[in-house]
């Protein structure tokens, strides 16, 4: 009896799918789902949209206190035209990626003492869980006196929202590792590094990514609070303004820019996520695992 006629053979389809290790053929239809994914979350806000504009122009509402999408797009593209919508959007930006970048070192490096050594986090942690729960706005007065009306106190406002959910995360990570996978290190008789690059890197990693997430979300909330701090230029002076001068076409508009911006920022560090994390293997819903 020939032998190689009784070893079990693996289908064509899943041959493709397992070539290198990574997924082949199966890469044109994550992208198709990528696509399709966009396409159903925009259904909802277009459908509103549409609707309001609608029920606008055959006079069954009012624009006067929630003006149209129409409406709002012409005041930003006057804001274009004028120049003002670039300087808000590009001192919004700076701001926020200067408070990101400071609240990402400093929970990084505190969320890792905290989380690696115990003594650490009994010295620390009661601390920051303590100004954790203190309202982004109650800083606002005690910034000001200390760093003054100018950039420092509003990049360090954003890093202050940048930072705990990064802290939280990567601290709670650390403590969660599971305890025979540092032991396995330990039997290798791994160094301080080796055991952090080779085993609690990886495991950590994923919930890393997250906060990361969550920490540039908290950013873009906290640049708001900043931004009502004396700023002549940026997103939130333009929601001041457009209050104040009771224009809130503009104030929609700084609204959708806050959204777009946010969106945006989001999905470039989830892709930058999944680049890292490409070497996992989840579960995804929705996938045919027959």
Request: proline residues 5%; charged residues 15%; contains cysteine.
């Amino acid at each position: 009896m020939n032998q190689e006629s009784s070893l079990p053979t693996t289908p064509p389809d899943k041959q493709s799918q397992w070539s290198g290790g990574k997924e082949t053929i199966e890469s044109p239809n994550r992208w198709k789902k990528t696509g399709e994914t966009w396409l159903i979350g925009l259904l909802l806000p277009v459908t509103l949209t549409l609707g309001w504009e609608i029920a606008v122009v055959q006079g069954w509402s009012s624009d006067r206190l929630l003006p149209t999408v129409s409406t709002i797009l012409n005041t930003l593209w006057d804001l274009v035209q004028s120049g003002e919508l670039p300087t808000h959007i590009a001192n919004t930006l700076q701001r926020v990626f200067l408070g990101f970048v400071f609240g990402t070192l400093t929970g990084t490096v505190l969320g890792s003492l905290s989380g690696y050594w115990p003594l650490v986090r009994q010295l620390l942690d009661p601390t920051l869980q303590a100004l954790r729960s203190i309202p982004s706005i109650a800083w606002v007065p005690m910034f000001i006196l200390w760093f003054g009306i100018f950039e420092t106190s509003k990049v360090v406002l954003i890093a202050v929202g940048v930072f705990f959910p990064i802290y939280l995360s990567l601290s709670d990570a650390l403590r969660s590792v599971d305890r025979k996978l540092v032991e396995v290190g330990q039997s290798f008789r791994f160094q301080h590094h080796e055991l952090i690059l080779r085993i609690l890197l990886p495991a950590t990693l994923p919930t890393y990514l997250v906060s990361l997430r969550t920490g540039l979300g908290l950013g873009w909330m906290f640049v708001v609070a900043a931004e009502f701090m004396g700023a002549e230029y940026g997103l939130g002076y333009l929601l001041i303004d457009g209050q104040q001068t009771g224009r809130p076409a503009v104030i929609l508009g700084a609204i959708v820019i806050f959204a777009l911006l946010g969106k945006l920022t989001d999905w470039l560090v989830a892709l930058l996520a999944g680049c890292w994390l490409s070497w996992q293997d989840g579960f995804q819903t929705g996938e045919n695992h027959a």
